[in-house]
């Protein structure tokens, strides 16, 4: 089965611990995305790549990093800076800026 | 900057009834858009793709349509049933090819 699949699906972190979520497809997509969702809030952009070994910074970037290593995966860490962590995290992939974008089932992130 | 907005918020139907949400964008240079639907704690469900040069799509009971000079998209749900309740996402794609998201439409369709 082709798709995106997003690991763990909670993830429980303590106050001034790096985490790293898991995003990994199968389509054979270059683009992908990362999206963060809030209550009541859309979702909102983090990082974006387009290209192995590429990326870029979205809207809310600060307190996050990422790679892009190879074309199927593209981790997501989110650092001790970013000051409110708790959030459903989405990753996203297409074949190109344009095309339909296909998503993973999402990892929720919890500060303890 | 590009501002995305759903109207209703949320939306409560009777089991059979025909809907619409709505979906109105402020920049009409979009190169597409995206509707998806989103069950609770769950990831997003590609429902239709319109590209800037269409004016709609259609997948079975859902019908999309696009009206990039007025900034508005339509999605038209015929015949609904209780398993159409979701959380309803219209989104536009970027420069960058990221897509800017509507904070989306809750809809529970009574049996």
């Known amino acids: 089965d082709g798709g995106i699949t997003q690991s763990p699906k909670y993830l429980f972190r303590k106050e001034g611990q790096n985490v790293t979520l898991s995003c990994e497809q199968n389509?054979?997509?270059?683009?992908m995305y990362w999206y963060r969702q809030d209550p009541g809030q859309g979702l909102r952009l983090i990082y974006y790549s387009q290209i192995v070994n590429d990326f870029q910074k979205g809207d809310i970037a600060e307190g996050y990093s990422v790679s892009r290593e190879k074309k199927e995966s593209f981790p997501l860490t989110v650092t001790s800076a970013q000051k409110n962590p708790t959030a459903f995290y989405l990753c996203a992939s297409s074949v190109q800026g344009g095309a339909e974008a296909f998503f993973g089932q999402g990892t929720r992130l919890t500060v303890v | 900057k590009q501002e995305v907005t759903q109207i209703p918020a949320a939306l409560s139907v009777p089991e059979g009834e025909n809907l619409v949400l709505n979906c109105s964008f402020t920049?009409?240079?979009?190169?597409?858009l995206q509707w998806f639907r989103q069950d609770p704690g769950k990831g997003l469900t590609s429902l239709l793709l319109?590209?800037?040069?269409?004016r709609e799509q259609t997948s079975g009971r859902l019908n999309a349509s696009l009206d990039k000079s007025s900034g508005r998209s339509t999605l038209y749900i015929a015949a609904s049933q209780p398993g159409d309740s979701a959380t309803y996402l219209c989104?536009?794609?970027?420069?960058?090819?990221?897509?800017?998201f509507g904070k989306g439409t809750k809809l529970s369709v009574k049996p």
């Open positions: 989104a536009v794609e970027g420069s960058q090819g990221n897509l800017i």
């Open positions: 920049d009409s240079a979009i190169y597409n």
């Open positions: 319109i590209q800037s040069s269409q």
């Open positions: 389509l054979n997509h270059d683009a």
